[in-house]
Each structure stands twice: as structure tokens, then as C-alpha cells.
């Protein structure tokens, strides 16, 4: 872990020249408007390229954007809190100690973003959604271990919401404050992405050889579960119900109940494909660090 | 995969998800009252979709902030406590 200390210089010289008042970093509206501007990308909505999307009218698929950016913003603030529990237990920790100085502007980085979001959702929806992720982890394996997984679940958490922050940082046809939040936390990823994946490397490089074959499968196997039930959690019924998809469908698509929409969106070929195309650049470093499902198995197998 | 089903067919169905969930498992070893997350038959990462799958076999949503680990026990508990 000393070796990560040009790394953490960097990063945390980086964080200082970069800190900011949070509440200064937006310019909240008082109100928008959900049918007329859109709040995420389309191409990005779990029922994009779908016949179901085809069906809905234009006011209808920006209403369902702006819930699933509603959502999108809640899975950021359940995993971050997550990621800060974590990061808050390992704080000057036995295998973290060089790390720390850059652990303490991970999680004020960390609860910064969780303002952003938790602001957008509360003023513009009213709520966040819950998380059903309701029964904490097991502790797997030794503590060694239970750091890599805790530092790889971290890292597929940002890959993957750092691929929709990115290309909604871009997207100009967006409403400017769902642009703002997502240029921010895309900015500010970079640096934990970078150290995500230096530790994973690490705590894995240090680990594997006294951990064996069956414990690598077994952690292999929780992270590929981690990373289907992470995806699963953008198909979330309760955003096909406050956008009031089923009224909308009425007559034009017989199973339009949350949850048959919910299987439905999960299971379609073009959801699959989005999926196989985000998670590309998390499996592949996965793959090379031998942490994940190795490239020569089929796709079917490597991405939910 | 749509409406509500009635309390036998919801009782099957989630007997045949836990099974599905946990391949080694026999048939005859699973009754109402064996223990899913004790024995780890499913882990917390099976829990949100064990919670979708209860929410769409009963066709309403469950109260997320009401509930804890006990309510998903087995499948006696979670038959009692959302499906009837």
C-alpha cells in the first residue's frame, strides 16, 4: 500500500485544488417542468429501444425520463452512503493507514454529491426513491478480503454510473441542472475511478496468494451477483408507476403493470445490449486483474 | 407476469424462485419454515429481487422503511406477512 503514495499525493493535491461550496455549485429552479424538458439522456431510459417506448408520446417518455433520473439520483445516494460507511470504517485502518489523507476528501467528495442528488430528488419529486437493498452484506472471508470487495463493489458502482454521468454531461438536449449534477460527479469520479482501481489492484496483488483458488472463485462469483443486482436496480417499477405508464398504455400493451414492465425492460434484447455496451469498461479491468469473469466466457455470462 | 396471484400460486412461485436461487438445493429439503438467509440459501444480494417478486405476486408495493431482515425468515414468514 506505500506504493499508492504518489498516487494519493496527487489525488488529494488535486481534491484541494478543486474543493468547493457545494451550495454555491447550482443554481436551483423553483420548479420544472417534467413533460417539457428532458432531465436524462433517452437513449439511457431502462425502456429505451423498446416497443414500449415507441408506444409512448413525447410528453410521456420526458415524464418517465425525469423519474428515472429521479431514480438514477436515488441509487447514487444509497450507494454512496454505502461507500461512505465503508470508507468511514476504514479511515487509518490496519491496510488503509497511507490511503487515509485521501480517504478524507473521497468521503467529503462523497457527501457533497449526495447533496446534489438528494437536493434534485426532495425539491423536484417530492422523495427519494427507497432502496431495496434492505439486508447488509455478510462479511466474506477474511478482512483482506472483505476491503477488496468492499473497494471492487465501490469501483462497479462509479464505473457504471460514471458511464451515465459522462453522457449526460454532454448532452445538451438536457435540462442545465441535470447537466450540471452529472458534469460534477462525472469531474469528480475521475479521481475516485483512478483510486478504485489502484487499490482493487493492490489489495488483490497482495491478497491472491494466500487466499486460494476457492476463495478467488467465491469472491469472483459475490462480484458478478453484485453487479447484476446493480444493474437490476435501473428497472425500477415504482418509477414505470409515478410516471404512469399503465394509464398511458391502457389498450396498447396488455402487461403495463410496474412489474411486468419492470421483467419486461430488464429482459429486452436492446436493454441487454445497453448493458453489455456500459459494462465493458468495468468487466474488462475485472477480467485483466483475474477478479472477474474472464473474457473468453460467453457474453451471456460475463453481463447480466 | 402480471396481476395478482392468489396465496397458493404465490406460495409456489417463491418456493420455486428460492429453488431456482439455490441450485444445490433438493426439493424436499426446503418446507415453509427453512431458514433462507440463516442457512444462506439466498444471501442479501438475492434480497431485492426476492422483494420485487413478493411486491408483484401480491400486486402492490411493500413499505421499504417498515421492514427488516425477520420478515424474509422463510417462507411460512413471508407468506404470513405479505401474501395473506
Known amino acids: 500500500m506505500e506504493s499508492m503514495s504518489r498516487l494519493v499525493d496527487v489525488l488529494c493535491e488535486s481534491s484541494r485544488r478543486n474543493f468547493h461550496n457545494i451550495y454555491d455549485l447550482v443554481a436551483w429552479p423553483e420548479r420544472v417542468e417534467p413533460t417539457r424538458d428532458w432531465f436524462m439522456s433517452p437513449e439511457l431510459c431502462s425502456l429505451a429501444g423498446t416497443e414500449v417506448w415507441d408506444l409512448l408520446s413525447p410528453e410521456a417518455q420526458k415524464r418517465l425520463a425525469f423519474h428515472e433520473a429521479v ?28 490511503v487515509s489523507p485521501y480517504l478524507h476528501h473521497f468521503l467529503d467528495e462523497e457527501n457533497k454529491h449526495c447533496v446534489l442528488f438528494g437536493t434534485f430528488c426532495e425539491r423536484y419529486a417530492g422523495k427519494v426513491y427507497p432502496d431495496r437493498k434492505v439486508v447488509s452484506s455478510a462479511t466474506i472471508g477474511d478482512a483482506g478480503q472483505a476491503d477488496f470487495l468492499f473497494f471492487a463493489k465501490v469501483l462497479i458502482f462509479e464505473e457504471l454510473v460514471d458511464r451515465f454521468n ?6 445538451r438536449r438536457l435540462h442545465p441542472i441535470a447537466v450540471a449534477i452529472n458534469h460534477n460527479h462525472h469531474v ?6 483512478a483510486f478504485g482501481r489502484r487499490m482493487c489492484a493492490e489489495l488483490w496483488a497482495a491478497g491472491r496468494p494466500a487466499w486460494g483458488p476457492e476463495a478467488c472463485a467465491a469472491m469472483r462469483a459475490y462480484l458478478q451477483q453484485f453487479f447484476a443486482v446493480s444493474w437490476k436496480e435501473y428497472y425500477n417499477p415504482d418509477v414505470y408507476r409515478d410516471a404512469g405508464l399503465a394509464a398511458e398504455l391502457a389498450g396498447r400493451w396488455d402487461a403495463c403493470d410496474p412489474w411486468a414492465l419492470q421483467h419486461y425492460g430488464w429482459q429486452h434484447p436492446a436493454s ?23 473474457p473468453e466466457n460467453a457474453e451471456h455470462e460475463r453481463v447480466p | 407476469m402480471t396481476g395478482k396471484c392468489n396465496a397458493d400460486e404465490a406460495r409456489a412461485e417463491l418456493r420455486g424462485w428460492v429453488l431456482s436461487t439455490a441450485p444445490g438445493l433438493a426439493e424436499d429439503k426446503l418446507t415453509d419454515t427453512t431458514p433462507l438467509l ?38 411460512a414468514t413471508i407468506c404470513a406477512r405479505f401474501l395473506e
Open chain 1, 71 to 98: 431514480n438514477f439520483f436515488s441509487l447514487n445516494i444509497h450507494g454512496e452512503s454505502a461507500l461512505m460507511q465503508g470508507l468511514a470504517q476504514r479511515l487509518y485502518g490496519l491496510r488503509t493507514r497511507a
Open chain 1, 166 to 171: 459522462l453522457a449526460m454531461s454532454k448532452d
Open chain 1, 188 to 193: 469528480e469520479e475521475a479521481r475516485h475511478l
Open chain 1, 272 to 294: 441487454r445490449a445497453r448493458r453489455i455496451s456500459m459494462s465493458e469498461r468495468c468487466m474488462s479491468f475485472l477480467a485483466l486483474l483475474g477478479a472477474g469473469p474472464q
Open chain 2, 38 to 75: 440463516e442457512a444462506r440459501l439466498i444471501t442479501s444480494l438475492h434480497v431485492p429481487e426476492l422483494l420485487l417478486l413478493i411486491e408483484r405476486l401480491r400486486g402492490r408495493p411493500i413499505d421499504l422503511s417498515a421492514l427488516s431482515a425477520g420478515d424474509l425468515k422463510d417462507l
